[in-house]
């Protein structure tokens, strides 16, 4: 279910005025209330629960065939576009409002997962140990067996260090999924 919003749908509400307002509903029940301008759009709309109001600036082309379309542009990536998508909680293009970011976080979280895994695999634990959950929590190995103190306290430091990365993005990935 796409919630879109369409450019040339709106600048044709403005007709030859100033300014023009509009209720877009989708199929869902949603709605948002509309003021356009030849410049920008208002958009009025809930989003769990609350109310947002969001400005988007309209860049106005010409038409091959005579006279001119307005276009959005994209307020996360600056593209210009014809439908932006109700998705994260803001108006974005299918690009942006797609599994980009997401899928650019879920690349940092391996990236970071994998950090943590190193400094686990160098304190000597067993892959299979990993799995149980001890590479998640607090949890910090015992020294190994043979092994320095000094290369111990350096593990377990750079351990910790990528365990607090690997949070730090697993927060932002989860309130950029919550808009
Ligand atoms: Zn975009």
């Known amino acids: 279910m796409h919630r879109s919003i369409d450019s040339f749908a709106l600048s044709c509400f403005l007709g030859n005025s100033q300014q023009a307002d509009a209720v877009i509903s989708w199929p869902d029940g949603a709605a948002v209330r509309v003021l356009i301008e030849r410049e920008r759009v208002v958009l009025g709309y809930e989003y769990r629960g609350k109310s947002r109001l969001e400005k988007l600036p309209l860049e106005w082309r010409p038409r091959g065939y005579g006279g001119e ?24 293009c299918r690009k942006c409002s797609g599994l980009n970011y997401p899928t650019q ?20 634990v067993p892959p299979e140990r990993m799995e149980d959950g001890s590479d998640v929590d607090g949890w910090i190995p015992e020294k190994p067996r043979g ?12 351990l910790q260090q990528a365990r607090r990365e690997w949070y730090a993005l697993i927060i932002r990935a989860a309130r950029a999924l919550l808009g």
């Open 69 to 92: 379309n307005a276009y959005f542009m994209c307020p996360c990536c600056g593209g210009r576009y014809r439908k932006l998508y109700l998705c994260g909680g803001r108006f974005q």
């Open 147 to 158: 092994m320095h103190y000094s290369t111990y306290y350096r593990h377990c430091r750079k």
């Open 105 to 124: 976080q879920a690349g940092k979280l391996d990236v970071a997962r994998r950090k943590v895994r190193r400094e686990l695999k160098a304190l000597a």
